[in-house]
C-alpha cells in the first residue's frame, strides 16, 4: 500500500486549500447568517446565496464532481484512495462539500445513476444532478421498524401493469426538505414472498409525483439544517413508470451495497477534517487563555489531550486511507469489513476530539460562535447514519469468526 500524493492529487490539494482560505473560511458566518435572516423571514427552506455563488467560483476552478470514479460522463472524478485528503479538507466546514457538488446524499445517489440506472434516467437525472443543477434524497429508513436489518423495510412497491405504486412511509430523507430537490430514490419491498435479501428493491421517483408527502422536518439535537433537512415524508398510491426500477426486481440490496460503501467511506473522511478542525481550534484557544496563573496550554492535562487527539487522528486517517486503496484495488464487496472498521472509528473519534475542544473552550464551545456545538451534533448522528456502529461491529466480528470457524 502506497498513499503518495500523486501530482494531480497535490496540485488539487494546493487550490483546493487556496479556495477554503479564499471563499470558504471567509464567508462560514455569512453562511449562518443568511440562514438565520430566511428563518427569520419565516422560510429557512431557502437555497443561501453564498454556496451558490461559491459554486460557479468551484466549477471555474476545476474543483468540482471530484468523488466520482470511473464515469465517462465525470472525466474529473478521482479514485477513492485519491479523493480522500480533498474530501477530508471539504469536511472541515459543515457546508463545503456542497460548494465542490461533492455532498450527500446527492454524491451516493449520482453512485447509483452512473453504475445501476439506464441511459434515460441517466440523461434525466445523473447530468443535471452532475451540473449542480438540482438536488436529491434517498429515502430508505423508516419510522415504524428497525431500519438498521433492512430487511425489515415495509414500504411496498407493486406492479400495476407498466407502473410501480409506491406506498409507505420514511423519515431521515435527508435533502427531501430543500426545493431544490428533484428526485428521490426510493427502497421498498417488491417481492415480499422471496429469500429475505431479494424482497427488495430500487426505485427513481420525481419528487413532484402526485402522492407524495412531506410531513416534517426532523431536527437533530435541535438544529433544522435547513435549507437541507431531513424529513418524514409519506408515499399513497405514489406511480412511477416501470422503467423508473433499478436494475430489476428484488435487486435492491446489491445496489445498496453499492452506494453504501462509497457513502460511508466519504463520511469518514470528512470526519478526519473534522476532527483536524477541532484540533486546531482547540489549539489556539489553548494558547490564548490563562488560568490559574498560566496559559490553558501549558497545563499538563491539555498536552495530554492534544496529544491524545493527533495519536487518534492519524490511526483513523490511515485506516480510512487502508479502506479507501482496498476499494480501489479490489472493490467494495472485498474491502467491506475495512469500511465498516472506518465507519466505526472516523466518527468516534472525532466526537472525542470536538468533546476536548469545547470542554477547552468552555461555554463559547457549545454556543454558535465556534462550530464545534454543531459539527459534535452532526458527528454523534454518525454514528447511526449508513449503518450502526453495533451492526458495523457485529459485521467485523462475523468476519473475524470466519477465519477460523468458516460455518458460523
Not at 487550490?15 to 427569520?40: C, G, S, T, W
Not at 466546514?93 to 445501476?116: I, K, W
Not at 435541535?222 to 409519506?234: F, I, K, L, R, T
Not at 458527528?379 to 461491529?393: F, S
Amino acid at each position: 500500500m502506497h498513499f503518495d500524493y500523486s501530482d494531480q492529487v497535490k496540485a488539487l490539494r494546493g487550490r483546493l486549500l487556496a479556495f477554503m482560505d479564499a471563499h470558504v473560511y471567509p464567508n462560514e458566518r455569512r453562511f449562518l447568517d443568511e440562514i438565520a435572516a430566511n428563518r427569520a423571514a419565516g422560510n429557512p427552506w431557502v437555497p443561501t446565496k453564498i454556496v451558490e455563488e461559491l459554486k460557479v467560483k468551484a466549477r471555474a476552478a476545476g474543483l468540482w464532481n471530484l468523488f466520482l470514479p470511473r464515469s465517462e460522463r465525470a472525466p474529473e472524478g478521482l479514485s477513492n484512495l485519491e479523493y480522500a485528503p480533498l474530501c477530508e479538507i471539504m469536511g472541515r466546514v459543515s457546508f463545503a462539500a456542497e460548494v465542490f457538488n461533492c455532498s450527500a446524499p446527492d454524491t451516493g445517489n449520482m453512485e447509483v445513476f452512473e453504475r445501476y440506472a439506464s441511459e434515460a434516467l441517466k440523461d434525466r437525472w445523473l447530468e443535471p444532478l452532475l451540473k449542480g443543477e438540482m438536488r436529491s434524497a434517498f429515502l430508505m429508513t423508516e419510522p415504524d421498524v428497525a431500519s438498521s436489518d433492512a430487511t425489515n423495510i415495509a414500504c411496498r412497491i407493486e406492479r400495476d401493469g407498466d407502473h410501480y405504486v409506491i406506498n409507505g412511509r420514511k423519515w431521515w430523507s435527508s435533502g427531501a426538505g430543500d426545493p431544490r430537490c428533484k428526485v428521490y430514490i426510493i427502497m421498498g419491498r417488491s417481492n415480499p414472498d422471496a429469500p429475505a435479501h431479494s424482497q427488495q428493491s430500487m426505485i427513481v421517483v420525481p419528487a413532484d409525483t402526485l402522492g407524495i408527502t412531506v410531513l416534517r422536518a426532523l431536527p437533530v439535537f435541535g438544529y433544522d439544517d435547513a435549507p437541507h433537512g431531513h424529513m418524514e415524508v409519506s408515499l399513497t398510491n405514489v406511480r412511477v413508470p416501470i422503467e423508473n426500477l433499478l436494475l430489476g426486481e428484488g435487486r435492491g440490496f446489491e445496489i445498496a451495497q453499492g452506494r453504501l460503501g462509497p457513502g460511508r467511506i466519504h463520511h469518514c473522511m470528512r470526519s478526519i477534517g473534522v476532527a483536524e478542525r477541532a484540533l486546531e481550534l482547540m489549539c489556539h484557544r489553548l494558547a490564548s487563555r490563562v488560568a490559574f496563573g498560566e496559559p490553558l496550554a501549558m497545563q499538563g492535562v491539555w498536552r495530554e489531550r492534544i496529544a491524545e487527539s493527533r495519536i487518534a487522528i492519524e490511526q483513523a486517517r490511515l485506516l480510512t486511507l487502508k479502506a479507501a486503496w482496498m476499494m480501489d484495488v479490489v472493490g467494495n464487496k472485498v474491502a467491506r469489513n475495512e469500511i465498516a472498521m472506518i465507519k466505526v472509528v472516523a466518527p468516534n473519534v472525532a466526537l472525542r476530539v470536538l468533546d476536548f475542544a469545547i470542554q477547552a473552550h468552555g461555554g463559547a464551545g457549545v454556543s454558535d460562535d465556534f462550530p464545534l456545538a454543531y459539527a459534535y451534533a452532526s458527528q454523534r448522528t454518525l454514528r447511526l447514519a449508513d449503518g450502526p456502529d453495533e451492526v458495523h461491529r457485529d459485521a467485523i466480528a462475523k468476519g473475524e469468526f470466519r477465519k477460523f470457524i468458516p460455518k458460523i
